[in-house]
Structures are given as structure tokens and as C-alpha cells.
């Protein structure tokens, strides 16, 4: 008998936890009836997100018949913030930023600096009607936010402005050395 492959959880790395966390706090006194339905809204494909501006997560969640967009606004960082981000990364990556992927302690370091990459000042928006704050869209969307950081913790840095090819770009590298992508095959080779 085959199984389909399980999902996995959402919030299941630090990146995308923190993202939980914004719509189940770990001071809420009663349970939330909304949050199994966009649980279920993300299982079931019904949101996109578009994480290619800097600043702002921009959802659109298909519940029944009708469409909503979400979008999520976050800070960018300032400079200085964006440059101990940077040096951040430099100590703790090697090549995993490239390929999306960072460590964990790189996001336990970052919130210890105080440079978390979901902050406080997040602010939601929804085109409903709903009157509770967050509503489902906005909720189902924290949620599909949350698998996109855990699968890609990069995107939650470039979504606050941190440009992660200058993370990758080595200072300790030779001069006489260059990457093997930057050479052309058939210049090389003749």
C-alpha cells in the first residue's frame, strides 16, 4: 500500500515557527476556531504567495467562491541592520545560501542580535469584508508564509531587503582564484 508523502508541519524549522507564532501566540487563553480552516485553505493549494517584493508578502486565498488578497507588510532593514545581517551570514554560511537554505543557529543568532526576520511591526491587510483581525485570509496566509520560510529560510532575509549574493560572495578567496561558473566553456576550451 503507498502512502502519500506527508507534509510537513507547518512552523516545523525556527524560520517558519516564528511565522506560527504570529497567529497562535503562546499566551492565547482560548482556542482560535479559525486557524483549522486555514490550515486546511494552505493544504489544499487554495493560497499563492508572491514573496518577490522587498517588504511585503502578497497572498492571494481562494476560500469558496470568492478570491481575497492578503498582503503582509514588513520593515525593511536599515543599513546597519542589513550589514550585521550580512556579517551574520558570512560566519555562519558557506554555500547554503545559495541554494535557499540556512542553519538554524543563524536564525537563533539573528534574534538574539535583536534582527529577527519577522518583526514586531508586522502589518496585515485583506480585501474582505471580515471584521476579525486577522481573518481568515490573513491567517491562511501567515500559515502559507510559514512553509515557504521553512522550506526557503532565505526568502524571509530578501522579503526584509537583504541582499544574499553579497552574503555569498567570499572575501577570504585568492585573487588568482575565480568561481568555475564565471568561466565560459567553450572560451575556455576553445
Given amino acids: 500500500m503507498v502512502t502519500a508523502p506527508q507534509l510537513a ?5 525556527p524560520w517558519g515557527r516564528e511565522w506560527v507564532r504570529r497567529v497562535e501566540p503562546i499566551t492565547v487563553t482560548r482556542p482560535n476556531p479559525m486557524l ?9 493549494d487554495a493560497v499563492s504567495v508572491d514573496h518577490d517584493n522587498i517588504g511585503e508578502f ?12 492578503a498582503v503582509l507588510a514588513l520593515p525593511r532593514y536599515t543599513a546597519a541592520e542589513r550589514k550585521s545581517v550580512l556579517r551574520i551570514l558570512a560566519r555562519h554560511t558557506r554555500d ?24 514586531d511591526s508586522t502589518e496585515a491587510s485583506c480585501s474582505c469584508s471580515g471584521r476579525i ?58
Fill in 133 to 190: 483581525d486577522p481573518c481568515l485570509h490573513v491567517t491562511a496566509a501567515t500559515y502559507a508564509i510559514s512553509l515557504i520560510v521553512d522550506r526557503m529560510p532565505t526568502s524571509a532575509l530578501a522579503v526584509r531587503g537583504v541582499d544574499l549574493s553579497a552574503a555569498t560572495t567570499s572575501k577570504d578567496v585568492p585573487r588568482r582564484w575565480m568561481p568555475i561558473d564565471s568561466l565560459s566553456a567553450t572560451a575556455f576550451f576553445g
Fill in 58 to 69: 502578497r497572498c492571494v486565498v481562494s476560500a469558496g467562491k470568492r478570491s481575497e488578497i
Fill in 96 to 119: 547554503s545560501a545559495t541554494s535557499g537554505d540556512l542553519p538554524d543557529e543563524v536564525h537563533a543568532k539573528l534574534v538574539a542580535s535583536k534582527l529577527s526576520p519577522v518583526p
Fill in 9 to 13: 508541519g507547518f512552523g516545523s524549522t
Fill in 36 to 44: 483549522p480552516r486555514a490550515r486546511s485553505l494552505v493544504r489544499n
